[in-house]
T-cell receptor, first 114, second 116 residues
Framework: EAGVAQSPRYKIIEKRQSVAFWCNPISGHATLYWYQQILGQGPKLLIQFQNNGVVDDSQLPKDRFSAERLKGVDSTLKIQPAKLEDSAVYLC????????????FGEGSWLTVV | AQSVTQLDSHVSVSEGTPVLLRCNYS??????LFWYVQHPNKGLQLLLK??????LVKGINGFEAEFKKSETSFHLTKPSAHMSDAAEYFC??????????????FGAGTRLAVHP
């Protein structure tokens, strides 16, 4: 079974530039998550989708971050304009929707803002 | 409110000695609990999970964890550490009522170092 796919794996941009990350979840998983993991910290949920609807985006900095999952399958996370503090690993994950189901993570997209 | 506290930010053991990584949780519902491992420059891999079945849960690579409701704990153990166990370990609680949305709350992580 194919895992959660993410691209690009690594990205270096200058502050105020924009960047986009793509995620393709495990087939059949209705729930898709984007997490931000800053070095030395645990992952923090940015946004959670159920099919193509947003379940939770309470910690998404909406002035600069946006995410979409238009067809309920793959998803894109965008940052514009980027700040130095956005340097982090962006983890995409997916699962079946009910609480207690295993959540599977991709290998992450590593962003460095200089 | 749901939360997870990992009691040690760093643990250092010698190869071949036991490993204990401590985790306490707080949850309004009967929790589902997980341990994930993250090796350097890698994604998160599930070690084991508890979902209200047996309180002693066995995972991959010889790890196991015991759910203790009275102590609100879910400590991770391994009888004998291997060099390849050196990594960051996250205790995670899945929040939401039965049938509700699947959402994870992560602890801050414990970095395990294994010395020869």
């Amino acid at each position: 079974e194919a895992g959660v796919a993410q691209s690009p794996r690594y990205k270096i941009i200058e502050k105020r530039q924009s960047v986009a990350f793509w995620c393709n979840p495990i087939s059949g998983h209705a729930t898709l998550y984007w997490y931000q993991q800053i070095l030395g910290q645990g992952p923090k949920l940015l946004i959670q989708f159920q099919n193509n609807g947003v379940v939770d985006d309470s910690q998404l900095p909406k002035d600069r971050f946006s995410a979409e999952r238009l067809k309920g399958v793959d998803s894109t996370l965008k940052i514009q304009p980027a700040k130095l503090e956005d340097s982090a690993v962006y983890l995409c994950a997916s699962s079946f929707p009910q609480a207690g189901n295993t959540i599977y993570f991709g290998e992450g997209s590593w962003l460095t803002v200089v | 409110a749901q939360s997870v506290t990992q009691l040690d930010s760093h643990v250092s053991v010698s190869e071949g000695t036991p490993v204990l990584l401590r985790c306490n949780y707080s949850s309004s519902y009967s929790p589902s609990l997980f341990w994930y491992v993250q090796h350097p420059n890698k994604g998160l891999q599930l070690l084991l999970k508890y979902t209200s079945a047996a309180t002693l849960v066995k995972g991959i690579n010889g790890f196991e964890a015991e759910f203790k409701k009275s102590e609100t704990s879910f400590h991770l153990t391994k009888p004998s550490a291997h060099m390849s166990d050196a990594a960051e370990y996250f205790c995670v609680v899945s929040v939401g009522p039965s049938g509700g949305y699947n959402k994870l709350i992560f602890g801050a992580g414990t970095r395990l170092a294994v010395h020869p």
